[in-house]
T-cell receptor, first 114, second 114 residues
Framework: KNQVEQSPQSLIILEGKNCTLQCNYTVSPFSNLRWYKQDTGRGPVSLTI?????NTKSNGRYTATLDADTKQSSLHITASQLSDSASYICVVSRGSGGYQKVTFGTGTKLQVIP | DSGVTQTPKHLITATGQRVTLRCSPRSGDLSVYWYQQSLDQGLQFLIHYYNGEERAKGNILERFSAQQFPDLHSELNLSSLELGDSALYFC?????????????FGDGTRLSIL
C-alpha cells in the first residue's frame, strides 16, 4: 500500500533553534518528493521538489534530504523564526509522464516560540 | 501572494445542493490542479487539467466535476452535497504538465455544508 508517514506529529521549539522533520514513504515506483509549508488558513507553499537522483535540496533556511534506498526524507530548518510556525507536508508522487498518483503525509505541526 | 485566485473564499450551503468553485491560475500557467483538504483526511488530489484537457484524476467523486476554459480559468462543480463534503478546496497552478513542476496554491475556498 502506498503510504507517507511523517514524524513527529507536532513539535515545539525555541526561536533560533534548529529542527528536523521526518518523512518515510512506501510509494512505488517513486517519481518525486515535495515538501510544502502551510500556514493556518492559507494554501500550501512549495519548499522543495526532489527526484530520484537528488539527495539534497535547499531553499534558504530549509534543507531537504532524500534517501531513495531507505525511502526516507527529512526537512531541516536552521535558525528557526516565529514565522516558521506552520504545518509541513511531505508529498510523494509515483508514476511518470504527468501528474500521476500522489500520496500526502498528514503533516508535522511546528510551533516556534520566543 | 501566489498569483492564484480562488472565489468565493467561503461558501455555506445545505445538503443536496450544488455549488461551483472558481480558480484563476497564475498568468502564464497552463496547468490547474484541484485538491480537497478535510480535517480527517488531510490533503487529497482531485483532478488536473492542462490547457483545457483533463490530464489526471485522483480521488474525485462522481458527484464532482471540473473543467478548464479557453481563458485557462477552471471551475470545480460539486453536486448533491453531503455533510462530509465540508472541507477546504484548493486550486494550484503550474507552467507545464510534467510531474516535477512547482505548483502554486491559492488560499482556498472553505465549503461548509449545513
Amino acid at each position: 500500500k502506498n503510504q507517507v508517514e511523517q514524524s513527529p506529529q507536532s513539535l515545539i521549539i525555541l526561536e533560533g533553534k534548529n529542527c528536523t522533520l521526518q518523512c518515510n514513504y512506501t510509494v512505488s515506483p517513486f517519481s518525486n518528493l515535495r515538501w510544502y509549508k502551510q500556514d493556518t488558513g492559507r494554501g500550501p507553499v512549495s519548499l522543495t521538489i526532489m527526484t530520484f537522483s537528488e539527495n539534497t535540496k535547499s531553499n534558504g533556511r530549509y534543507t531537504a534530504t532524500l534517501d531513495a534506498d531507505t525511502k526516507q526524507s527529512s526537512l531541516h530548518i536552521t535558525a528557526s523564526q516565529l514565522s516558521d510556525s506552520a504545518s509541513y507536508i511531505c508529498v510523494v508522487s509515483r508514476g511518470s509522464g504527468g501528474y500521476q498518483k500522489v500520496t500526502f503525509g498528514t503533516g508535522t505541526k511546528l510551533q516556534v516560540i520566543p | 501572494d501566489s498569483g492564484v485566485t480562488q472565489t468565493p473564499k467561503h461558501l455555506i450551503t445545505a445538503t443536496g445542493q450544488r455549488v461551483t468553485l472558481r480558480c484563476s491560475p497564475r498568468s502564464g500557467d497552463l496547468s490547474v490542479y484541484w485538491y480537497q483538504q478535510s480535517l480527517d483526511q488531510g490533503l487529497q488530489f482531485l483532478i488536473h487539467y492542462y490547457n483545457g484537457e483533463e490530464r489526471a484524476k485522483g480521488n474525485i467523486l462522481e458527484r464532482f466535476s471540473a473543467q478548464q476554459f479557453p481563458d485557462l480559468h477552471s471551475e470545480l462543480n460539486l453536486s448533491s452535497l453531503e455533510l462530509g463534503d465540508s472541507a477546504l478546496y484548493f486550486c494550484a497552478s503550474s507552467v507545464g504538465w510534467g510531474d516535477n513542476q512547482p505548483q502554486h496554491f491559492g488560499d482556498g475556498t472553505r465549503l461548509s455544508i449545513l
